[in-house]
């Protein structure tokens, strides 16, 4: 089930071209292009007559040609031409997605258009701000549904296992976590006291010696997250305290573009307050977050296999906790949306 009145990732703004490209979001097929203006345009990728996907058809004066009989959309999803027919009944059209460019990349409206507004995509801080870096980010296919990627970017214990050689360190392990619910999303967090700085961290560190580390989680609906990493100089970190100068902040945004039920498009890119235009640290940041986050694709596809060939309900942990407080938020906007209602009798484990 997915929340249909979002903002999706469908693709990064370089692949939507003058050239028709095919996407697939919450199990529909989507053709996406660029018009000559560079407005981004999304249409279901079928065409009304025999159903070819139009993605297969070109582009002429920024409309859509089917490959099959020339029937041609324009943006709105119209047909304005079929060939050998004067009168085009007006039930003849394609349906049309609002689409945005923001962040580099295109963002389309799956739900109601009159509730497409863009000042609900994902607000990205720091872009472009004076100070600030940015990596170009990537992307990757994940065999899961999405709600397991949404519990793994809730999980900061993970990286203690899956990120031993990253981001995590032994000290990791037994640190609890503090879960917050908000009306947009939920966030899971904790404070790391006078630890070592993860190998990931280590080059990247605007400071010697041990550290106070923040793990902020932050996942919010339908399936976007930001994972905040602050270090400071071990004893200056904690909750409420100012930002100590030498603090390195680290912001890595993570979209999740459901492809269909059993498999996710993760997107990503990173901000960071230091090396604002070194080329060499966005690249070895580009590098290790793929690395990192091969790390959790192998996990996570083996997951997916696990729970499909369950022969006994899987147990939750505490850990999972803001995880299933996620899930449940969302299953409820989810149901809300198609007018059904929900029974709240689900039981979260302890913290
Ligand atoms: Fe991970």
Not at 64 to 80: K, S
Request: charged fraction near 25%.
């Amino acid at each position: 089930m997915f929340l249909r009145n979002a903002w999706y990732v469908a693709a990064f703004g370089s692949e939507v071209t003058d050239e028709l490209r095919a996407v697939e979001l919450l199990g529909e097929w989507i053709a996406l292009y660029r018009t000559r203006q560079g407005t981004p345009v999304a249409l279901e990728n079928a065409c009304p007559h025999r159903k070819l996907p139009l993605s297969m058809g070109r582009i002429k004066d920024d409309q859509v040609e089917c490959g099959y009989h020339g029937l041609t959309f324009n943006r709105e999803g119209a047909c304005t031409r079929i060939p050998g027919i004067k009168r085009i009944p007006p039930s003849v059209r394609v349906r049309s997605y609002p689409a945005v460019s923001r962040y580099g990349l295109v963002w389309v409206w799956m739900g109601e258009k009159s509730r497409a507004d863009p000042e609900l995509i994902f607000r990205v801080e720091h872009w472009d701000e004076p100070g600030w870096g940015r990596n170009a980010g990537g992307s990757m296919v994940v065999e899961c549904n999405y709600l397991l990627v949404t519990d793994n970017l809730l999980d900061p214990s993970h990286v203690a296992w899956v990120h031993r050689s990253s981001f995590g360190i032994d000290e990791c392990e037994e640190e609890p976590v503090q879960t917050t619910v908000a009306a947009d999303g939920v966030t899971a967090s904790r404070w790391l006291r006078d630890v070592e700085v993860a190998p990931f961290y280590l080059p990247l560190v605007q400071f010697k010696g041990r550290c106070d580390r923040l793990q902020h989680y932050e996942v919010r609906f339908p399936s976007h997250a930001i994972i905040r990493a602050v270090f400071v100089p071990a004893g200056s970190g904690g909750l409420g305290r100012p930002i100590h100068p030498q603090a390195t902040l680290m912001d890595s945004y993570n979209f999740m573009s459901p492809i269909d039920a059993h498999r996710t498009r993760y997107f990503w890119f990173q901000l960071r307050n230091f090396a604002p235009s070194d080329v060499a640290i966005s690249k070895m940041m580009d590098d290790g977050v793929r690395e990192a986050f091969g790390e959790d694709l192998v996990i996570l596809n083996a997951v997916e296999r696990g729970l499909a060939r369950q022969t006994t309900a899987p147990i939750d942990l505490a850990l999972d906790r803001a995880g299933l407080q996620f899930r449940r938020a969302l299953s409820r906007l989810i149901a809300a949306e198609s007018g059904e209602t929900m029974s709240d009798g689900q039981q979260l484990p302890a913290q």
